[in-house]
């Protein structure tokens, strides 16, 4: 069935360095791709997304490249931030029903 | 505007015990999901409502749980009886509609179960 598997946690970052979170998927048909973000206390928001191949999602200097050849849609961004510390999900979805499966969750902890 | 509202935050009750969640979509969202997010896992969704009528609903477990939208607004989610396994995190979304543009799902804080 379809699936997402990404990177597990934490990952430990200091202020300014580069963050990649790895997510690859497994799907019949042709995804919708996300990021999902949960900050403390709070509930999962729309990070970016990308709805075909080679398609780059971007939002608050996070990026991530729909590669249909390597089934991967990696978070990345230059430089992070301790307001940046959260939970980020990968996930997907198909066809008409909407339905998001989601990978298991990266938690990300930025040092000042 | 305000976001997808969730209540309880937090319940704790003991098992064999009945318990609701309630949830407000956004204004004007005829797609409600309820989804489920087991502690160090990534949410599942448990059903899907079209305004009033649940239309993907495979995933609830029906013999205990339940779940209603009247008037294809407020949705209430229902455990009777709660078991010790049911401890979790409750999520509700919504949105505008399935595709393109209207798919995006808005989720409310969630509602953290602990069933002793």
């Known amino acids: 069935g379809d699936s997402v598997t990404q990177m597990e946690g934490p990952v430990t970052l200091s202020e300014e360095a580069f963050l990649t979170i790895n997510c690859t998927y497994t799907?019949?048909?042709?995804?919708?791709l996300f990021w999902y973000v949960q900050y403390p206390g709070e509930g999962l928001q729309l990070l970016l997304k990308?709805?075909?191949?080679?398609d780059k999602g971007s939002n608050k200097g996070f990026e991530a490249t729909y590669r249909k050849e390597t089934t991967s849609f990696h978070l990345e961004k230059g430089s992070v931030q301790v307001s940046d510390s959260a939970v980020y999900f990968c996930?997907?979805?198909?066809?008409?029903?909407?339905?998001?499966?989601f990978g298991t969750g990266t938690l990300l902890a930025v040092q000042p | 505007e305000a976001g997808v509202v969730q209540s309880p935050r937090y319940k704790i009750i003991e098992k064999k015990q009945p318990v609701a969640f309630w949830c407000n979509p956004i204004?004007?969202?005829?797609?409600l999901y309820w989804y489920l997010q087991n502690l160090g896992q990534g949410p599942e969704l448990l059903i899907r409502?079209?305004?009033?009528?649940?239309?993907?609903d495979s995933q609830l477990p029906k013999d205990r749980f339940s779940a209603e939208r009247l008037k294809g607004v407020d949705s209430t989610l229902k455990i009777q009886p709660a078991e010790l396994g049911d401890s979790a995190v409750y999520l509700c979304?919504?949105?505008?509609?399935?595709?393109?543009?209207?798919?995006?799902?808005?989720f409310g804080p969630g509602t953290r179960l602990t069933v002793l």
């Open positions: 409502y079209e305004n009033e009528e649940a239309v993907d």
């Open positions: 990308a709805t075909k191949a080679d």
């Open positions: 799907a019949t048909g042709y995804p919708s």
């Open positions: 996930a997907l979805n198909i066809g008409a029903t909407n339905k998001l499966i």
């Open positions: 979304a919504s949105s505008l509609g399935l595709a393109g543009e209207y798919n995006e799902q808005f």
């Open positions: 204004s004007g969202h005829n797609t």
